[in-house]
T-cell receptor, first 109, second 119 residues
Framework: SFVLTQPPSVSVAPGQTASITCGGD??????VHWYQKKPGQAPVLVIF???DRPSGIPKRFSGSKSGNTATLTLSRVEAGDEADYYC????????????FGTGTKVTIL | QVQLQESGPGLVKPSQTLSLTCTVS??????????WSWVRQPAGKGLEWIGR???????NYNPSLKSRVTISVDSSKNQFSLKLSSVTATDTAVYFC???????????WGQGTLVSVAS
C-alpha cells in the first residue's frame, strides 16, 4: 500500500519558520494537499495541488515539492498554528484511493 | 456557504453495522463536480480516508476497509451515507464527511461525530 511519511513532531519559536516534509514514492507525479487539524475540530485544507492556497488561508502557509518530497512551510508562526498537519495524495495507480500522511505535531515553543 | 452535517448513532455494538448519514447544504451533490467522502480519526491517532462516492454512484474505498464499507448517495435528499459492517472496538473514532476532488482536496468538512463501539 502507498505510504506517506512525515516527521512525528516539529517545534518552532513564535515568529520563526517551520517546515514539514511528506515523502512517498512517485509523489512528484501526484497532487499533494495539506490539512491542519486541531483537537475537537474538523480538518482545514491549507494547501491544495502542491502549492495553492484556499481562500482565507494566510500567505504564511506555503507548499512546495521537489522529487519525492513535498514540504509545507509555515512562516512567522503564531501560537494559533499549533496543530497536527497531514499531507494527502491520491493513489491512482493501484487501488485508487486517498492516502493521508502519518501526521506531524507542530508545537510552538 | 457549503455545510455538511453528520448524523447517526453514537454507540454501536461489536459485530453490528455502523451507519452514518451526511446532509449537504449550500451545494448540490447532483452537480457532479465533486466527490463526497468519509474520513475518520481514532482518538490519539491520525486521519484515515474511508471512501468516497460520486453522484453517478461511482465509489472508491480504502483497501484496508473495502470488504466492510458501503457508501451510498441519495441525491434527492442531498445526502450520502456510510455503512461499516462487523465493527470492533478499533472502529471507535470521530467520523467526518467532506466534499473533495483529486486536484483540490477536501475543502468543506462536517464537524465530525464520535462513534463508539462497545457492548
Amino acid at each position: 500500500s502507498f505510504v506517506l511519511t512525515q516527521p512525528p513532531s516539529v517545534s518552532v519559536a513564535p515568529g520563526q519558520t517551520a517546515s514539514i516534509t511528506c515523502g512517498g514514492d512517485n509523489i512528484g507525479d501526484k497532487a499533494v494537499h495539506w490539512y491542519q487539524k486541531k483537537p475537537g475540530q474538523a480538518p482545514v485544507l491549507v494547501i491544495f495541488y502542491d502549492s495553492d492556497r484556499p481562500s482565507g488561508i494566510p500567505k504564511r502557509f506555503s507548499g512546495s515539492k521537489s522529487g519525492n518530497t513535498a514540504t509545507l512551510t509555515l512562516s512567522r508562526v503564531e501560537a494559533g498554528d499549533e496543530a497536527d498537519y497531514y499531507c494527502q495524495v491520491w493513489d491512482g495507480t493501484g487501488d485508487h484511493y486517498f492516502v493521508f500522511g502519518t501526521g506531524t505535531k507542530v508545537t510552538i515553543l | 456557504q457549503v455545510q455538511l452535517q453528520e448524523s447517526g448513532p453514537g454507540l454501536v455494538k461489536p459485530s453490528q453495522t455502523l451507519s452514518l448519514t451526511c446532509t449537504v447544504s449550500g451545494d448540490s451533490i447532483s452537480s457532479g463536480i465533486y466527490y463526497w467522502s468519509w474520513v475518520r480519526q481514532p482518538a490519539g491517532k491520525g486521519l484515515e480516508w474511508i471512501g468516497r462516492i460520486h453522484t453517478t454512484g461511482s465509489t472508491n474505498y480504502n483497501p484496508s476497509l473495502k470488504s466492510r464499507v458501503t457508501i451510498s448517495v441519495d441525491s434527492s435528499k442531498n445526502q450520502f451515507s456510510l455503512k461499516l459492517s462487523s465493527v470492533t472496538a478499533t472502529d471507535t473514532a470521530v467520523y467526518f464527511c467532506a466534499r473533495e476532488s483529486v486536484y483540490s482536496g477536501a475543502d468543506f468538512w462536517g464537524q465530525g461525530t464520535l462513534v463508539s463501539v462497545a457492548s
